[in-house]
């Protein structure tokens, strides 16, 4: 069992940058893909990136692609989505999740193990 927690979410302009982080609770993490999704109001949760154990192949959506960057500190238990040139479309509930077969890139929510509480991204315009 691995608890995670994100943080960083919050209130930007458009244009602007956040980057948010996905703290584990377990060393178990070195082993697993990770992944972010985000859930607008009304619209189901969608796939936004993912990572595998080593942090060696990333995939990303392509709504996302050239602005958004995952990686990972095995070292820290940590999983990170640098989010640039955000836009208000950006805006949601942001979720990271942990998949414990750690080679796979899986872009469906029901294919992962473990998720976070969700952290509020705001973007204006």
């Known amino acids: 069992q691995v608890q995670l927690v994100e943080s960083g979410g919050g209130l930007v302009q458009a244009g602007g940058s956040l980057r948010l982080s996905c703290a584990a609770s377990?060393?178990?993490?070195?082993?697993?893909?990770m992944g972010w999704f985000r859930q607008a109001p009304g619209k189901e949760r969608e796939f936004v990136a993912a990572i595998t154990w080593s942090g060696s192949n990333t995939r990303l959506a392509n709504s996302v692609k050239g602005r958004f960057t995952i990686s990972r500190d095995n070292a820290k238990n940590t999983a990170y989505l640098q989010m640039s040139s955000l836009k208000p479309e950006d805006t949601a509930v942001y979720y990271c999740?942990?998949?414990?077969?750690?080679?796979?890139?899986?872009?469906?929510?029901?294919?992962?193990?473990?998720w976070g509480q969700g952290t509020q991204v705001t973007v204006s315009s």
């Open positions: 999740a942990a998949d414990t077969l750690g080679v796979r890139l899986r872009i469906g929510q029901y294919e992962y193990d473990y």
């Open positions: 377990a060393r178990t993490f070195t082993y697993y893909a």
